[in-house]
């Protein structure tokens, strides 16, 4: 069993065949998929799915650093009222990403710092979003100072450095398609870490794998991810799957 902790399977990308892309998931053997929240426009369409397939989908439910803008405490109210009225994994994905747009940084940062507290309240793990921002993340995460404080660094794009900070910090790696690229670099230091500190996901539609890269990616792909990081640990694919399934179950709290 695979499970992909990262797929926007609600995406408009999938409106035509979201069912069909579901089934060819598992018929991989990705069983599980653990859906991130972007902002209050896809809730409901999150809900749907997970209603759909109770057994195969969880839900996260958050603020997208890319989505902080005007309307921001109005976005932020519907985080806390889904946290407080519904069952979630994590408080995800959040963060911060200055590389489109740097003009709501400090507001990034402040939605950030208080959905943390809400996880924390919560007893629940973190899904961060980083681009470009990974100082700016450390600061705020050991600013908190808080043994509770744990997640994945979602589609983790750093260098050796920033994953050893990363780990230090009690985080996961999200590891997707890059590491499948040639110019991906993280797979050059990856094996250095422990395995059990490793998560797979696709963030499809996004992010395909080589050899699908620059088409739209899918959970069915997760396998593809996972014999890259079965190589580069040395280990088998079969292995891979069950170490970084019980690595997934144990942050998400996944039956």
Sequence with gaps: MLIDTHTHIYATAFDKDRDQAIKRAIAAGVLKLVLPAIDSKTTAIMHEVKRNYPENVSLMMGLHPTHVGLNVEQELKHVKEQLDSHSYVAVGEIG???YWDKTYQSQQQNAFERQIVWALAADLPIVIHCRDAFAQIFEVLEGFNDSRLRGVFHCFTGTKADAQRALDLNFY?????VVTFKNGKIDRF?????????LLETDSPYLAPTPYRGKRNESAYLPVIANKMAELFAVTPVEMARITSKNAQQ?????
């Design 173 to 177: 790696l999200g590891i997707g398609g």
């Design 251 to 255: 942050l998400f709290d996944l039956p």
């Design 190 to 198: 990856l094996s250095d870490f422990p395995i059990e500190k490793m």
């Design 96 to 98: 911060m990403d200055l």
